[in-house]
């Protein structure tokens, strides 16, 4: 088993697994929700992800599930979000919203998807 398997189960189990019962809940409440199925632009590192609001809470307590037009990491003319970090990551953490299943890059180094999972605010203390 290799350095990377390890650190990533190691990951996995500090990762919060969410509130709602599903998924496919989560995303059903979004179709009756307009204000939740807004769809987002977020800017890491000069890539650009589109994903649904609604998506983002996929982990209630995550800094993601609390983006809104007020932080300061908005950018009211790109009418996106920007963060300076890397996209490789965020990549990897966004597909975790988006299925449930947390899978890194076997590329990529595992301190730093650990500091970008501490970032987003998605690790158990």
């Known amino acids: 088993m290799s350095v990377h398997a390890n650190n990533l189960r190691h990951y996995q189990k500090r990762v919060p697994t969410p509130k709602s019962q ?3 809940d989560l995303h059903e409440v979004g179709i009756s929700n307009e204000a939740n199925n807004e769809w987002i632009v977020i800017n890491i590192g000069g890539v650009r992800f589109e994903t649904y609001k609604n998506t983002l809470k996929f982990i209630e307590d995550s800094r993601l599930a609390y983006m809104s037009e007020q ?13 300076d970090r890397d996209p490789d990551s965020f990549q990897a953490i966004l597909n975790y919203f988006r299925t449930g299943k947390l899978h890194a890059p ?17 690790l158990l203390d």
Request: proline share 3%; aromatic share 22%.
């Open 106 to 122: 076997s590329e990529l180094c595992g301190n730093l998807f650990y500091e970008e999972l501490e970032f987003r605010g998605m």
């Open 22 to 24: 599903s998924l496919n």
């Open 71 to 83: 932080n300061s990491d908005y950018d009211p003319i790109q009418n996106e979000y920007f963060f």
